[in-house]
Each structure stands twice: as C-alpha cells, then as structure tokens.
C-alpha cells in the first residue's frame, strides 16, 4: 500500500497556520480540527511542523507562555516528508528511526496531505487482516 492510498481513504485535508502567530492561536487550531500536529506554511511553502510534542517539551516543560511565544520559534524545522508513491514499510521506519509521528506528504514543493503513525497503523493492520481472510479462504479450500 502506498501513502497515496492512505490518503485516498483518509482524505488530503491539509490544516496550516503560519510562524507568526502565537503557540496557544495554533494549539487552539489543533484542538478544533482534533489533530495532532499542524503544518507551518507560508506563501504556499512548508515551513516546519508544529506537534503537541513541541508544544509540551517546549513550552510546557520550560514554563514558557504559549500566548507568548510565537510558532516559530518552537516548530520543527526540518520536516521529514515523504512523497505519495512510498509505500508503507519506508514510512513506518521513518517514523521509527527519526521519532515522528507526522509526515507531510509532497509532490516536489506541494503539500498533499499529511499522515500520522496511526494512519499507517491502520493502513498496516487493514493489509493483515485480508492477509489472514486470504490464507484462511487458502487453507479452509473455500474461494475468496
């Protein structure tokens, strides 16, 4: 399966604020779109990404006011991203090997979409399931 596949189902839905707005404008964005990570765009180009994880160990941990301090100057720079015909296992080890939860999804410098870890969890689970209705079908003689 591939990460535009994941999208399809999911759809490309694509939530963005820019740098200078203040930490606890974009945390209260997140919270009404009920995601877990905004991107950072302006001018049509990727900035950065903003998480929950920046937030709490940015902000949070240093006692830091969130209407304060402005996007900028706690998102994440250089964003890992992927492109809509990677598959599944490429983008399971990056969220493994560079500790991110969110990948961007590109076509050269345009924004498709974003998936998170529990997009390709499910996208994965899904794959196994009709791994396991297959072989059962298989193994009982019975055609799928």
């Given at each position: 399966?591939?990460?535009?596949?994941?999208?399809?189902?999911?759809?490309?839905a694509v939530y963005s604020v820019v740098s200078t707005?203040?930490?606890?404008?974009?945390?209260?964005?997140?919270?009404?779109?009920?995601?877990?990570?905004?991107?950072?765009?302006?001018?049509?180009?990727?900035?950065?990404?903003?998480?929950?994880?920046?937030?709490?160990?940015?902000?949070?941990?240093?006692?830091?006011?969130?209407?304060?301090?402005?996007?900028?100057?706690?998102?994440?720079?250089?964003?890992?991203?992927?492109?809509?015909?990677?598959?599944?296992?490429?983008?399971?080890?990056?969220?493994?090997?560079?500790?991110?939860?969110?990948?961007?999804?590109?076509?050269?410098?345009?924004?498709?979409?974003?998936?998170?870890?529990?997009?390709?969890?499910?996208?994965?689970?899904?794959?196994?399931?009709?791994?396991?209705?297959?072989?059962?079908?298989?193994?009982?003689?019975?055609?799928?």
């Open positions: 399966m591939t990460v535009n596949q994941i999208l399809s189902r999911k759809g490309n707005i203040t930490v606890y404008e974009a945390i209260k964005t997140m919270g009404e779109k009920n995601i877990g990570a905004i991107l950072v765009i302006e001018d049509g180009i990727l900035k950065g990404v903003m998480s929950e994880r920046d937030y709490a160990r940015k902000i949070v941990l240093k006692d830091k006011a969130s209407k304060d301090t402005l996007v900028k100057e706690i998102m994440e720079e250089k964003v890992i991203t992927v492109k809509p015909t990677d598959n599944l296992d490429y983008c399971m080890e990056l969220m493994t090997t560079r500790r991110v939860r969110h990948l961007p999804v590109m076509d050269e410098d345009l924004v498709l979409g974003i998936i998170s870890i529990g997009d390709v969890v499910m996208a994965i689970i899904e794959l196994q399931k009709n791994t396991i209705e297959h072989l059962d079908s298989y193994i009982s003689g019975s055609k799928a």
